[in-house]
């Protein structure tokens, strides 16, 4: 999967995960309403934007945690022998999570 079909991808579950907040925000507020009686100066538009406000420092949060995660798991890697770096890729190869093709490209970049 290219970087780029990568990022497209990652920008669709934000917005189909931000979709989803706030349908379940608004189906709280109108309930809400509908049990506790209609206030009239109840502020929606203050509760969807506060609702979707708390999703974006949410969603940055954990990107920023999954590049640092990423980025200290590069550094790991490069600190590595030979020998231990193909007795990752064997683990990997013979759990399944790579083909044989794979892992014998990454053998010879290794």
Do not use: C, P
């Not at 989803?20 to 809400?32: D, H, K, N, P, Q």
């Amino acid at each position: 999967m290219s970087k780029h079909n990568k990022a497209l991808k990652q920008i669709v579950e934000h917005v189909i995960a931000f979709v989803l907040l706030m349908g379940v925000l608004i189906t709280f507020l109108w309930a809400r309403n509908l049990f506790l009686g209609f206030d009239s100066d109840f502020d929606w538009g203050g509760s969807l934007i506060f609702g979707g406000i708390a999703y974006l420092v949410i969603t940055v949060v954990f990107e920023v945690k999954k590049y640092l995660k990423k980025k200290e798991m590069t550094a790991y890697i490069s600190v590595l022998s030979t020998d231990e770096k193909l007795a990752m890729l064997e683990t990997l190869r013979d759990n399944g999570i790579f083909t044989q093709e794979e892992y014998d490209r990454k053998k010879e970049t290794i």
